[in-house]
């Protein structure tokens, strides 16, 4: 065995814990850190780094993001190098894939790998699934615990509902309510304000207020509300876009739990309009609105449509859709 491990191979579809974790393993670290990426061939500097070895060298970290995108004949080559592990180099490997049935969707070709059942053997391997329906509960909870947020039991059941199951987005809006709590705070009342549905349904907080507004409305298949929303991002049409995909996609996964009569955690508001939509759309139009939501997301990354003018056709696309099931 090599000073450090070998390598490591982290599994998480959730950037916060993943950077978390890191942080945890190379804390107290000066080495150098350099980043790589999934989405593109690796550089000729990513070998170097990864075999090059010296009497002088610097210790250095390796850190390859999305590394489950490399192809099979990428990976080929990583692993032939890991069996000949430098000294200076320590490699971090994140597969930021999704889960399913408690286990990592990895490609074929990486789970066969010499050095995936070597590190393996040697517990050189993360796993964590992320949020999900099942434990935003409890990491909301100890999120807001840590960062003085008291709810209301009302309103934290509101928050776990809207929030999306995504760490970041979770701490983000905690924070947004910390801030409202301070100024509510600077009122002198009787006694700590917490949050309650109130605040949460004020003009002051909506997580993602845009995106929740848009799904509502394709989903009641109102066009002119949803162009009334797109209008108002305009300036910012990609922070829309992209969280819209994501928001949108989740939404899908959810109606389709509904309509295979699955036990679904929603606000209570919502699910009758939830389940009702579930069995209007049947399977071939929720696998019509998931194909919409991949079509668009290909045509921006291979750019054949700018954002815009995919999120215009998504928009109207989705709506359509919805209004049709009616």
């Not at 003009?203 to 108002?232: D, Q, Y």
Request: net charge neutral.
């Amino acid at each position: 065995m090599t000073k450090n491990p070998g390598f490591m191979f982290l599994i998480c579809p959730d950037s916060h814990f993943l950077h978390a974790r890191l942080e945890t393993l190379l804390a107290g670290s000066t080495a150098e850190r350099h980043i790589y990426w999934g989405d593109e061939e690796p550089p000729p500097r990513f070998w170097e780094d990864l075999t090059l070895q010296g009497l002088f060298g610097k210790p250095r970290v390796l850190v390859a993001r999305q590394a489950h995108l490399w192809p099979a004949a990428v990976w080929k080559k990583i692993s032939a190098a890991l069996g000949r592990p430098s000294e200076q180099c320590r490699p971090f490997f994140c597969f930021e894939t999704a889960w399913e049935k408690g286990q990592p969707k990895l490609p074929a070709h990486i789970k066969k790998l010499r050095c995936m059942t070597f590190a393996e053997q040697q517990g050189w391997i993360w796993k964590n699934e992320g949020l999900t329906e099942r434990t935003i509960r409890r990491h909301a909870q100890e999120r807001a615990r840590a960062l003085r947020v008291p709810f209301e039991e009302d309103a934290f059941e509101q928050f776990c509902a809207s929030v999306p199951a995504d760490a970041n987005a979770v701490e983000n809006e905690l924070r947004k309510l910390r801030l409202m709590l301070d100024a509510e705070e600077e009122k002198q009342p009787p006694e700590p304000p917490r949050v309650t549905t109130a605040l949460l349904g004020g003009t002051g907080w909506s997580p993602e207020s845009n995106v929740f507004a848009c799904i509502r409305h394709m989903e009641a298949g109102n066009l002119n509300a949803v162009w009334k929303e797109l209008s108002r991002s305009r300036h910012d049409p990609e922070g829309l876009f992209f969280p819209l995909l994501t928001l949108l996609a989740r939404d899908v996964r959810l109606l389709w739990q509904c309509r295979m009569g699955e036990n679904v955690r929603m606000h209570p508001s919502e699910a009758a309009f939830k389940q009702q939509l579930a069995a209007r759309l049947g399977a071939t139009g929720l696998a019509d609105l998931m194909g919409m939501i991949m079509d668009a997301e290909w045509q921006v990354k291979s750019g054949r449509r700018t954002v815009e003018q995919s999120l215009d056709m998504l928009a109207a696309q989705a709506t359509e859709r919805c209004a049709r099931s009616r």
